[in-house]
């Protein structure tokens, strides 16, 4: 295996303009501004309604250096599709020369992704078309006002699952579906999961996947200032406590083999990272007692497939 | 900002003009403004790494502290187009940047 990355291997160039509306503190722009330097200039970046997209174009101003769509809700990994197609037509024409790597992302949230795109998505996954779809998951319909989505975790709350006193936050029991096993279900190449307060990880992710032919998948987890009801600076902060917690595991697969590329010897209970956040402040101690419970199990299935105990237990 | 008229605008809706929006300063939604004390800084690239904006600029601008300790690089804040977020403040190891009120 090479050497690890480090924050010196960040390139310089940034192909995400400043002057784009994204709020204070936005996770997203962090990520976007990653995967646009892993990237570099030769890519297409297809991107569905989502918050990246509201705020990066608003017409006649555009924050991206690079050649950029945007497209429905619906179909992002779809069109994505169509892109990569159109320039193996024409370099079998000749008109763009055949050694000319030109890379294909569709950045979607988790709203185009898990709920309306999902269809396109799996078209995507399942044709094999060599595109690298991310998702950056901020838990919710951010952009239109903060409605739940089918990656809102549980006792969230949003103005879908409000919090009164029959209804507390978003319900549904169970861990939220796994995007990650959806695509390896599908048999790409590549999928992994991401973190934007560990860039270089994210980086090193987007620059691998790239390497590879075929469809790719990356989830990202997305701080979200308004919606997660938090403190601008505390955007990365909060989102290294989920890994620290257990909340989020950073890892990938690869052709058969799952990595975790953040290890958590100790994890830090999960109390710690919902009690920083607005969202979840109508939590009692017996509900976040059972989101521990959810997380542990994750835990112990991320430790099942990677085959060790990569992820500890809460330290006490 | 002016506005271009209906002739001036190109077909479909294309934006011909890639990375425009830094004619747009969202430096102006900023109550708080990051200092960096070039002193302190240990030029580790945290603030530029996080920043969202990419507000953070990596300048080739060698400097000399008090005690003699010589860098290659000296970070600057983009204010133009820096929101004010502070993360940059939050996650310095060092403590370098300081949040401080804008004046009016």
């Known amino acids: 295996m090479s050497k690890p990355l480090t924050v010196w291997d960040l390139p310089k160039d940034e192909f995400l303009a400043p002057g784009h509306r994204m709020c204070q503190g936005c996770a997203a722009a962090i990520t976007i501004r990653h995967i646009l330097k892993a990237a570099g200039k030769d890519v297409i970046v297809v991107m569905p309604t989502?918050?990246?997209?509201?705020?990066?174009?608003?017409y006649p101003q555009t924050a991206w250096r690079v050649p950029w769509i945007h497209v429905a809700f619906e179909n992002a990994a779809a069109v994505a599709s169509g892109v990569s197609a159109a320039i193996e037509a024409l370099k079998r024409k000749g008109e763009i020369p055949e050694e000319k790597d030109i890379k294909v992302i569709a950045i979607g949230g988790d709203g185009g992704t898990f709920d309306i795109g999902f269809q396109a998505l799996s078209g995507t996954l399942e044709r094999g078309d060599n595109v690298l779809y991310v998702c950056y998951d901020n838990e919710a319909y951010m952009n239109t006002g903060i409605q739940r989505s089918g990656a809102t975790p549980l006792g969230a709350w949003t103005t879908t699952t409000p919090v009164g006193k029959v209804w507390r936050g978003e319900w549904r029991p169970k861990k939220r579906?796994?995007?990650?096993?959806?695509?390896?279900?599908?048999?790409v190449p590549y999928a992994a999961t991401a973190n934007p307060a560990f860039p270089v990880d994210l980086y090193t992710k987007v620059k691998k996947a790239l390497s590879i032919k075929g469809p790719k998948l990356i989830h990202v987890l997305s701080t979200c200032v308004p919606g997660w009801r938090i403190e601008p600076?505390?955007?990365?902060?909060?989102?290294?406590?989920a890994v620290l917690t257990g909340m989020w595991i950073n890892y990938e697969y690869e052709n058969g083999v799952y990595r975790v590329t953040t290890p958590v010897p100790k994890r830090k209970p999960v109390?710690?990272?919902?009690r920083l956040q607005g969202r979840f402040r109508h939590l009692t101690d017996e509900d976040i007692k059972k989101i521990q419970e959810l997380v542990d199990a994750d835990v112990e299935r991320i430790n099942k497939l990677v085959g060790k105990q990569v992820i500890g237990p809460v330290e006490s | 900002m002016s506005l271009p008229g209906w002739k001036q605008i190109p077909l479909g809706a294309v934006i011909l003009k890639p990375g425009n929006s830094v004619e747009y300063k969202t430096g102006e939604w900023r109550t708080l403004r990051p200092e960096i004390n070039q002193e302190k800084c240990i030029r580790c690239r945290t603030c530029w790494m996080f920043c969202p904006e990419g507000a953070i600029l990596e300048v080739e601008?060698?400097?000399?502290?008090?005690?003699?300790?010589?860098y290659r690089l000296t970070y600057k804040v983009n204010y133009d187009h820096c929101k004010g977020c502070g993360i940059c403040a939050n996650e310095c190891p060092v403590k370098a940047i300081t949040m401080i009120e804008e004046a009016i």
């Open chain 1, 50 to 58: 989502c918050c990246g997209e509201i705020t990066s174009t608003v």
């Open chain 1, 177 to 187: 579906k796994d995007l990650i096993a959806i695509a390896i279900a599908h048999n």
């Open chain 1, 233 to 241: 600076e505390k955007a990365v902060e909060i989102a290294k406590l």
């Open chain 1, 271 to 274: 109390s710690v990272y919902l």
């Open chain 2, 61 to 70: 601008e060698p400097y000399k502290t008090q005690a003699g300790k010589e």
